[in-house]
């Protein structure tokens, strides 16, 4: 499988953002069957995983996403989302997603004003 992340921008502190992550290679059943995590790194700093969302449809997010990330998937477009409202400067990052061994090349979100 191939991954692709889209969506990053600069935007200014409260804002939102949509990233999306499609996935190439799998069939949809066979996406459908994919735990999908989100990651995000800043230079100097540990890589954060940011949200998983399991083939259950189980979500768990990091502390400081919880209730502004919202991770979700659309299997006939073989891609996940990461919807983030209230967005601070602090997660200025560069965003992946990942399946297994498998990651995209990131897409940078900057919040600032």
């Known amino acids: 499988a191939q991954l692709k992340e889209s969506g990053g921008d600069l935007v200014q502190p409260g804002g939102s953002l949509r990233l999306s992550c499609a996935v190439s290679g799998p069939s949809e059943t066979e996406f459908s069957s994919y735990t999908i995590a989100w990651y995000r790194e800043t230079p100097g700093k540990q890589r954060e995983l940011v949200a998983t969302?399991?083939?259950?449809?189980?979500?768990i997010y990091m502390p400081s996403a919880k209730g502004r990330f919202t991770v979700s998937r659309d299997n006939g477009k073989n891609t996940v989302y990461l919807q983030m409202n209230s967005l601070k400067p602090e997660d200025t990052a560069v965003y992946y997603c990942?399946?297994?061994?498998?990651w995209g090349p990131g897409t940078q979100v900057t919040v600032s004003s």
């Open positions: 990942g399946h297994g061994v498998n």
């Open positions: 969302l399991y083939n259950t449809g189980e979500t």
